[in-house]
Structure formats: structure tokens, C-alpha cells
């Protein structure tokens, strides 16, 4: 095995970025083709009823959108198994593989997203699909999974066989997934049953030499550089403090923590209770609305395992001032999507200035509750930078 390393990638919110974009729908005339592998494509709602192939998602992005600048991204470091030969990069992987042995082939992807991009069950049963398994309810699926790591970091492995369907040949997907801050990373491995089979091993070894290098945050697609004439994106705005390096002057709390920078945070802190209780403070930015409160809040509710509220119930919710103006307060309770554990989310919605500000405070139950009114006196004491 030799070791290697990939800077070039895509960062995992913008990839999810790259889904909304297709989805919008873009005339024929304005638009410029990039590599996307089908197969890649990451399923962002709940599980479907029966799975189904994603083959006519379009494979073209709108002219003018600029390719972001991922030169101060970290480094994926990895040992590359014998016999393995990298690939061109398609629009979403991070690092690509080629396996071939006596005719036979196999296909090796790691595609970062941000979130739980859909949650695991949708996208276990969209692998499914692909060799023509039937989808399973989400506790069967958890109880098929495998404990492996991903470098130091413990991953779920899926192991799936069935056939090709359009040539009824047998195929099989090994997958592992692992969630890591807010970002959820898909290795996979798809192919010839019996080559599949043979190179679990190497797969295996491959996932656990797996190194993240660097803490920079993530670059972001500047949305305002779209042609005038593009759909509107649902939701999304340029998610960027209003001018470069921009944000709200805050007074933050001791013993709050800053943390990594994610894609489109503005800013983040970790805070440490008792034991090995934890919990964090997200603070992001769209531009106008930012997709609604009732579907951000909705969002905020699929973090925590639990179903979404009605308009009227969002209306329900009390208010708290802020630069102003009133800003809604939701408290949250259920299981955290990535870890299985019980949870907690106090979320403030806060629309100033044309733009809505979103603070996340997610953790351990107990924790959250202890920090939430330090959390709304944070809230309270930003002074936002001025708008053009």
C-alpha cells in the first residue's frame, strides 16, 4: 500500500449546495456540464417507499456559478490499497478508485456531506436500490450494521448484496458511514460481487488509515455571482456575514469554547459540562428569510428524530427581544439523528436588517438547560455589522 493525499474537494455543505442547484432547474441555454456520477447522489429526504434510482437527476450546473476556492480545505491522507488505481474526481467525491481483476469491477467513493444529508436509513436503502435489494425499516437496518472506524472514529458498515439491475449481474455495496461534526462522510465500495468480496479486507484497511488534516473552514459559493436570469434557490442566500470577515461583536460566555468553523457557520463554541456531557452554539446567516421559520424549525425538529409542527404551532412559540426586534424561541427535546442519544436544541430565529440569523444550541439535555438563558443573554448582546 502506498499513502496519498487529496486537497482538491468539494466541501460537504456546497455539495448539498449542488443538489438544491440541480433541482432548481436550469434552461439548456445557460448552462455548462461538469462530471456527476449518478450513483453518487445522496438521498436528503426520508426514506422513500420503495427505492428507486436516481438516474434522471441532471448532470449540468448553471453558467457563471464560480468554482470555490478549496485551497485552505483540509487534506483527506489516506493509504491506498494495492491494486487500486485513483480516478478523476467527479462534482461530488473527495477521492475516487478504481478496482480490476480478470474482467471484474469494483467502484470506490468518499463523498462528504453536510448534515445528516437525509439520515442513514435513506441512504443504506438507496444503496439497496442500486443492487436491487428491497428497502428495510430503519431498526432492521441498525441492527445489520457493522462497527468499524474510520481512522480514530467510530462508523457504521453496511454490507448488501443482490444484482445489478440492468444486467442482473451480481453486484454488492460495502459502505461505511460516519458522521463527524456536522458533516456526514460516505465511503463506498460497489462492483462485481465476488471482487467486492475479496477486497473487503483492503476496504477495511483502507478506512482505518483515513487522516483529516487541517482545520480551515471551508470555503463558500458566492450565490450573488449567479446570472440574473437563474430560478431563486428555496432557501438559500449568501451565507456569508454581510461583508468579508464580518460578524456580530458578541460578549461570549467563559467557558464557551470556540470551535471548528463548519461550511456556512459564522461562528461556533463548544461547551464541556459534567462527565462527558457536551453540547454546542451554532450561528449562521441567510440572506432575507432563510427558507421560512416553519421549515427551519421543521429542520431543526428532524435533528432531533422528531415530526414536523404546523404554521399555527410555529406561531405558538413565545419571543424573546433582540437588536430590537422580536425573535422566536424554540426548546426542542428528542434523539440526536447522529449519535442515538437523547437531546436537546434551544434555536433563536432573529430577522434584522433583511437578513435572518439563526443560534443553535445543541447537546446533552441537562447542559442545554443549564445553558439556556447564558444562551439568550448571548443572543441579546450582539451587535450586528451594518448592511449595504
Not at 23 to 32: E, L, M, N, Q
Not at 264 to 273: D, E, K, N, P, W
Not at 288 to 308: D, F, K, S, T, Y
Not at 318 to 343: E, H, M, Y
Request: one cysteine or more.
Amino acid at each position: 500500500m502506498r499513502p496519498s493525499a487529496r486537497s482538491n474537494w468539494l466541501p460537504p455543505a456546497a455539495a448539498a449546495l449542488l443538489l438544491l442547484l440541480f433541482a432548481a432547474g436550469c434552461g439548456r441555454d445557460s448552462v455548462k456540464v461538469y462530471k456527476v456520477d449518478s450513483s453518487d447522489m445522496v438521498a436528503t429526504t426520508p426514506p422513500p417507499v420503495a427505492a428507486t434510482s436516481p438516474a434522471g437527476m441532471p448532470t449540468s450546473l448553471p453558467a457563471g456559478l464560480p468554482a470555490p476556492d478549496n485551497s485552505g480545505l483540509p487534506k483527506l491522507k489516506y493509504t491506498l490499497p494495492d491494486g487500486w488505481k485513483e480516478k478523476d474526481l467527479t462534482q461530488l467525491r473527495v477521492a475516487s478508485f478504481a478496482i480490476s481483476e480478470n474482467g471484474k469491477t469494483a467502484d470506490v467513493s468518499v463523498i462528504p456531506l453536510g448534515g445528516s444529508a437525509g439520515g442513514d436509513a435513506a441512504n443504506v436503502n438507496r444503496w439497496r436500490g442500486q443492487v436491487g435489494q428491497p428497502p428495510l425499516a430503519e431498526t432492521e437496518l441498525k441492527q445489520s450494521a457493522e462497527a468499524v472506524s474510520v481512522g480514530s472514529q467510530p462508523a457504521d458498515l453496511y454490507d448488501v448484496a443482490g444484482t445489478e439491475p440492468g444486467s442482473g449481474d451480481d453486484a454488492r455495496i460495502i459502505g461505511a458511514i460516519l458522521h463527524t461534526g456536522e458533516s456526514t462522510w460516505y465511503f463506498k465500495m460497489m462492483g462485481d460481487s465476488s471482487l467486492v468480496e475479496t477486497n473487503k479486507p483492503a476496504f477495511l484497511a483502507f478506512l482505518r488509515s483515513v487522516e483529516f488534516q487541517g482545520s480551515a473552514a471551508p470555503a463558500t459559493l458566492d450565490l450573488s455571482q449567479l446570472p440574473a436570469s437563474h430560478p431563486a434557490v428555496p432557501g438559500m442566500g449568501a451565507e456569508t456575514p454581510t461583508a468579508a470577515g464580518a460578524k456580530p461583536s458578541w460578549t461570549v460566555p467563559p467557558d464557551w469554547k470556540e470551535g471548528e468553523l463548519m461550511q456556512f457557520l459564522v461562528a461556533r463554541y463548544v461547551i464541556q459540562g459534567a462527565g462527558d456531557a457536551t453540547a454546542a452554539v451554532n450561528v449562521s446567516q441567510l440572506d432575507g428569510n432563510g427558507g421560512g421559520l416553519l421549515a427551519n424549525l421543521n429542520r431543526w425538529r428532524a435533528q432531533l428524530g422528531q415530526p414536523g409542527i404546523t404554521g399555527d404551532d410555529a406561531a405558538k412559540l413565545p419571543t424573546i427581544d433582540a437588536a430590537g426586534t422580536p425573535a422566536v424561541l424554540a426548546d426542542f427535546s428528542g434523539t440526536d439523528a447522529r449519535t442515538g442519544k437523547p437531546a436537546r436544541l434551544i434555536g433563536v430565529v432573529l430577522p434584522f436588517n433583511g437578513q435572518t440569523w439563526f443560534y443553535k444550541l445543541m447537546g446533552d439535555p441537562d447542559l442545554v438547560g443549564q445553558q439556556k438563558d447564558v444562551l439568550i443573554k448571548f443572543v441579546q448582546s450582539a451587535q450586528y455589522p451594518a448592511t449595504k
